[in-house]
C-alpha cells in the first residue's frame, strides 16, 4: 500500500468525526507513524523548481514534519505552475 492510500484511508476514517470524538469501531491508530526514515524525494529536471530541487533528499525527524511540508501530496513551497511532482518516501527498519 502506498502513501496516497494510506492517507486516504485516514481520510476515509476520519470523515465526519471531529478531533474531539471518533466513532465506534473506527481505527483511529496512525497508519503514518513508526517510520524510522522520512525523505522528500523530488523529481530534478528542467521542470523542477529552485524550492522543489533545494528540498530533495532533505530527512524529516518526525512525521508531523514531512506532513507540514507535503500536506496534500506535494511540496508545500513548490513554485511550478503545473503543480508538484514530489512526495515522501517513508521507511520502516527492515525495508
Do not use: F
Not at 468525526?17 to 503514518?32: C, K, R, W
Not at 524525494?41 to 524550492?51: A, L, M, N
Not at 524529516?60 to 508538484?84: F, K, L
Request: net charge negative.
Amino acid at each position: 500500500m502506498g502513501l496516497w492510500d494510506k492517507l486516504r484511508q485516514i481520510k476515509v476514517n476520519r470523515a465526519g468525526v471531529s478531533h474531539d470524538q471518533d466513532v465506534e469501531g473506527a481505527d483511529t491508530s496512525d497508519p503514518m507513524e513508526g517510520y524510522t526514515e522520512i525523505v522528500a524525494s523530488e523529481i530534478v529536471d528542467e521542470k523542477t523548481c529552485g524550492r522543489c530541487a533545494g528540498n530533495d533528499e532533505h530527512e524529516y525527524t518526525s512525521m508531523a514534519e514531512a506532513r507540514d511540508d507535503y500536506p496534500d501530496g506535494g511540496y508545500r513551497h513548490c513554485e511550478n505552475p503545473s503543480g508538484c511532482r514530489g512526495t515522501l518516501v517513508l521507511m520502516k527498519d527492515g525495508n
